[in-house]
């Protein structure tokens, strides 16, 4: 109770002698400040949302066009198609003052017709993708086409310093694919997983759909094209996501892991507080709208509708369907340790406290002797359970009083800190302990991690962090760019004693302890807490560093580095499971506006062909090379195609649901839908930001993070190309399959990567014989010695 009359800021009583007011001045100063940074907030976004509506166009340039309408008609000049007259006829006078109001307003009606054909012209520009097919490999020429392309949006797309979303009403809407073409691109897909009598079957359950109610299914598909911004991304996080009643840990949420090759600190508290600073910093570059927008090639932007829900976000339970909620402002966070959650205030005196400020909140709790109240210490595990069972729990018992509050101090934070209790260790001797790092930030202990957050960060005792985050809310990419951001920041904010650069101006605030009423719960929580530890104890996970070679010997042998590791994953596969399996890959469509993800089918006709042929000690060296060289041209093209809103998946998942909305049923959809994804991959980008300098720190970057399998006897693989001879491979399964082995498979990737460089060491040799016979081997060097 003390704690409830301390935040009143205001009171008055009647007494016989008059009124009697008592106010705390301290909390009012609080209270107004609030208040203005909302205001502030609110005028920063009316003005971002001007200026990206008028966007490439500058707003200064309408006081130019302004002062030019009133020069020429104070000049006797005729303003074009005589608006300032026009406008005139309709004012009370013809008076100075109106004359100039008149000018100004014939100016705006100039100013927007060029900002509007501006945006549009750059809109109709970027629906061209022609020049995502051309090949970028040296000495490829680039067609005439293309050129003239990339100078107009050079030109229209650098004309004035864009925001964080300014090319959003210049992006072009996400096309829906011909019917046909998607059939003929599935069927092909599924050639090399079938036999020829299942083959034909399927071949005639799609032409039969084709032929029938395809036709409707993709008639109101282009329908809702026409209206809505994205016709794919509201029904896939609402069916993907959101109805999903699974729980979210290992089955939803995904991780990421430090730079494990530094180590800047062994302060757990000094870490917490840089990395706290860090991000708040990134949230304000967002709010502000002054974090720049990707651009591809340096001209093409990618859609930034993602970042609007990366802080102050979390995902509420449903009886039958979640929902995200996403708070306009949050001056806290919620920290959560030995059991005990506490709130801290990070915004104090007109400004976010600086990291020496935050690392004092920081030690206040790391040596607090504060023991969790009943229930407290496994309280998260409650996000880990069924979806609609924790709504239930959450209705009944968090709907009301002190656990209401607390709830809503969570839900409502920037984002969630967990300082962990042991640490995070790394040493390549011992591939454990990254394994138990992984899994760490993947899951924890079931009941350390508030799953429902946008995300959670993790900070061991040795000062290494990882995260946690939730998937609805945006796609591993937006989570990979603040992590970099952050990574590259974060080097710099230590002393040589390893504690965080600066002295506190003030006392900071205390960390408050969050109140929980959760006697009744104990059964639910203890429930909660057995299920989340069945979860655990049947996924395992291995992560693989592969220091043998990287992208530099890929690009080496003129391929993609990405579809060179796809091809060895199904080579790695084939010879773990004995046989081809449906493989995803993710893909991203933020070239589109509100774009999100399409799958990638790397198991392709061309791909089992090579692998095939890797197998078959009869066919030659020379014979792989050039099958290896087709299955990645097609990936490459695979790729290229779900990039440019030409994927299989997404419009087969969006036909499925207007058939479900029409209550037509479909054998061909049912089927498609069914399909379980034995092999799910994903590779982890890096290079998003220009802060993160590899050359100058080349052990400065995240080994990736990774996710749980997709299906219950198959394999999420995760992998990042962390530079010219490093990757990571994050490996998961479940242990209750005995058809899968996370480190048999982690086996088979390194024999399969050592074996395509055995092939094209071979092939290079041969290549320089043949020169040397040739008698060039002076002008072109022997390929054999390039490679280390």
């Known amino acids: 109770m003390a704690e409830a009359h301390s935040a009143v800021a205001f009171s008055f009583a009647i007494t016989h002698e008059g009124f009697d007011i008592n106010y705390d001045q301290e909390v009012l100063n609080l209270v107004w400040n609030s208040g203005v940074r909302s205001w502030k907030k609110r005028l920063a976004r009316a003005r971002n949302g001007v200026r990206n509506g008028v966007y490439p166009a500058h707003i200064q340039s309408l006081w130019l066009i302004t002062a030019i309408a009133i020069g020429l008609h104070f000049s006797g000049f005729a303003v074009p198609f005589d608006l300032v007259h026009k406008i005139l006829v309709h004012l009370p006078a013809n008076t100075i003052n109106w004359q100039v109001t008149a000018c100004f307003g014939a100016?705006?009606?100039?100013?927007?017709?060029?900002?509007?054909?501006?945006?549009?012209?750059?809109?109709?520009?970027?629906m061209y993708k022609g020049w995502m097919y051309e090949s970028r490999a040296p000495g490829s020429k680039v067609s005439l086409r293309t050129k003239v392309w990339a100078a107009f949006v050079k030109i229209l797309s650098s004309w004035n310093t864009p925001g964080l979303y300014s090319f959003q009403g210049s992006l072009p809407r996400l096309p829906v694919p011909a019917l046909h073409d998607t059939m003929q691109r599935y069927l092909r897909s599924v050639r090399p997983l079938l036999d020829d009598e299942n083959y034909a079957r399927m071949e005639g359950l799609a032409n039969e759909f084709e032929s029938t109610i395809g036709k409707k299914l993709q008639w109101y598909l282009t329908l809702k094209s026409w209206w809505a911004t994205n016709y794919v991304s509201d029904w896939w996080e609402e069916y993907v996501y959101l109805r999903g009643r699974s729980p979210l840990m290992i089955n939803s949420n995904f991780y990421g892991t430090d730079a494990i090759f530094m180590n800047l600190t062994n302060n757990q508290a000094a870490r917490a507080?840089?990395?706290?600073?860090?991000l708040l910093g990134f949230r304000r570059l967002i709010e502000r709208q002054e974090l720049q927008p990707i651009m591809v090639q340096g001209m093409i932007p990618l859609c930034s509708w993602q970042y609007e829900r990366t802080f102050n976000t979390v995902r509420v339970p449903g009886l039958e369907t979640d929902r995200i909620v996403h708070y306009r402002d949050s001056n806290h966070i919620v920290v959560l340790h030995k059991?005990?959650?506490y709130k801290v205030t990070i915004y104090f005196k007109g400004r976010i406290l600086r990291p020496c400020?935050?690392?004092v909140q920081m030690e206040e709790i790391l040596n607090s002797k504060a023991t969790p109240l009943p229930g407290e210490e496994r309280l998260a595990a409650l996000t880990t359970m069924n979806r609609s069972k924790w709504a239930e729990i959450r209705n009944a018992h968090f709907a009301r009083g002190v656990n209401r509050v607390s709830l809503n101090l969570i839900e409502s934070s920037a984002f969630v800190l967990s300082l962990d209790d042991e640490p995070f260790e790394f040493d390549l001797a011992r591939p454990e302990l990254l394994d138990k790092f992984g899994k760490t930030l993947l899951h924890?202990?079931?009941y350390n991690r508030w799953f429902d957050k946008s995300f959670t960060v993790c900070v061991g005792t040795n000062g290494r962090v990882g995260f946690n985050a939730e998937h609805t809310w945006a796609d591993a990419p937006v989570m990979g760019h603040l992590w970099e951001y952050l990574l590259g920041d974060d080097i710099y904010g230590y002393d040589e004693s390893g504690i965080a650069k600066g002295i506190p101006e003030f006392q900071p605030p205390s960390p408050t302890r969050l109140s929980w009423d959760l006697t009744?719960?104990?059964p639910q929580i203890e429930e909660a807490t057995l299920d989340a530890s069945k979860l655990i104890n049947d996924v395992d996970l291995r992560i693989l560093v592969h220091n043998q070679y990287g992208k530099g010997f890929m690009k080496k042998c003129r391929l993609s580095p990405d579809a060179y590791i796809q091809m060895a994953l199904q080579l790695a596969y084939y010879r773990d499971a004995g046989r081809f399996s449906l493989t995803y890959e993710a893909s991203m469509t933020r070239l589109f506006r509100e774009g999100r993800t399409e799958t990638v089918r790397p198991c392709t006709i061309e791909s089992a062909a090579w692998v095939k042929a890797m197998e078959d000690d009869n066919t030659t060296n020379e014979e792989r090379v050039k099958l290896l060289q087709k299955a990645c041209d097609r990936h490459q093209l695979g790729y290229q195609d779900a990039m440019c809103g030409r994927g299989i998946d997404r419009h087969l998942f969006c036909l499925y649901v207007v058939s479900k909305y029409l209550e037509v049923d479909s054998p061909f959809l049912n089927e498609v839908l069914s399909e379980p994804w034995r092999l799910s991959t994903s590779q982890t980008p890096h290079g998003q930001t220009p802060k993160m300098d590899l050359k100058k720190h080349p052990n400065c970057i995240s080994s990736g993070g990774g996710f749980g399998p997709v299906?219950?006897?198959?394999y999420g693989v995760s992998y990042i190309i962390a530079g010219e001879n490093l990757i990571f491979f994050h490996i998961s399964a479940k242990l209750n399959c005995k058809q899968t082995d996370v480190h048999r498979f982690g086996e088979n990737i390194c024999k399969a990567l050592a074996d395509i460089r055995a092939m094209f060491e071979l092939h290079f040799k041969s290549q320089g014989e043949t020169n040397t016979k040739n008698g060039t081997a002076s002008t072109k060097p022997n390929k054999a010695k390039l490679v280390k």
């Not at 507080?273 to 860090?278: G, M, R, S």
């Not at 299906?711 to 198959?714: F, L, R, T, W």
């Open 273 to 278: 507080a840089n990395v706290v600073y860090l």
């Open 520 to 522: 009744v719960l104990q």
């Open 444 to 446: 924890g202990n079931g």
């Open 107 to 126: 100016a705006l009606i100039v100013w927007l017709s060029i900002c509007f054909t501006m945006r549009y012209t750059l809109k109709l520009l970027l």
């Open 711 to 714: 299906a219950d006897d198959g």
């Open 339 to 341: 059991g005990c959650y």
């Open 357 to 359: 400020e935050i690392q």
